[in-house]
C-alpha cells in the first residue's frame, strides 16, 4: 500500500543537465509514493536552464533558490534562523527569498533527499516514475523556436546525452 503523507524536501545540486533532470525526476517519483506528499526543492540559480527544468517539474510544490553565490545548501541549513545566527554563521540567503519558509514547515522536512541518497540505479525500482512536462504555456514559443531553425514539425525527436 501507498504511505500517507509526508514532507520532502530535495537538494537539486548537479550541475550537468543530465544530473538535473535525473533529480527532478527522482524527487518526484518520491513524491508520488505518498498519498499526500509536498516537495520542496532547493538549488542554486547558477546555471540558466535550472529555472527552465524546474518549471518542467509540476510534482514541486515550493522552491527555493538561493543566489550563484551561496555556498551550498547543508544538511546544517535545516535549523531554525535564530539557530544558525546563535551558531555565528550567516543566515543562508534562500531564508529570506521565502516568505513561508517557517510557516510551511520547510526548515523541518520529514525526509530528506540529496544525491548521496538518490542512486540513479534506483530510478527504474519505482512503480509510479515522475514525468517531466513543457508548461502549455511555454510549447508555442518553443514550436515556434524550432519551426525557426528549420525543423520539420513532423519529424520532432530528442535525444539526451
Known amino acids: 500500500g501507498r504511505m500517507k503523507s509526508i514532507a520532502a524536501a530535495c537538494l537539486i545540486t548537479g ?11 527522482f524527487s518526484a517519483s518520491t513524491k508520488l509514493l505518498f ?6 526543492i532547493f538549488q542554486r540559480n547558477d546555471r540558466t536552464y535550472k ?3 524546474l518549471e518542467m517539474n509540476p510534482h514541486v510544490d515550493y522552491h527555493i533558490t538561493a543566489s ?37 514547515n520547510t526548515n523541518k ?13 534506483e530510478l527504474s525500482t519505482f512503480l509510479e516514475p515522475a514525468f517531466l512536462k513543457v508548461p502549455d504555456k511555454k510549447v508555442p ?7 525557426g531553425h528549420g525543423v520539420d514539425p513532423n519529424k520532432w525527436f530528442c535525444v539526451i546525452n
Open 15 to 25: 550541475m550537468q543537465y543530465r544530473d538535473l533532470i535525473f533529480q527532478h525526476i
Open 35 to 40: 498519498d499526500h506528499a509536498s516537495l520542496t
Open 51 to 53: 529555472t527552465d527544468l
Open 68 to 104: 550563484p553565490q551561496f555556498k551550498g545548501i547543508t544538511i546544517d541549513s535545516f535549523q531554525e534562523p535564530t539557530d544558525i545566527v546563535a551558531n555565528g554563521e550567516p543566515i543562508p540567503d534562500y531564508i529570506f527569498q521565502e516568505k513561508y519558509w517557517k510557516h510551511r
Open 109 to 121: 522536512p520529514k525526509l530528506i533527499l540529496h544525491p548521496g541518497n538518490m542512486p540513479e540505479t
Open 141 to 147: 514559443v518553443l514550436d515556434e523556436a524550432l519551426i
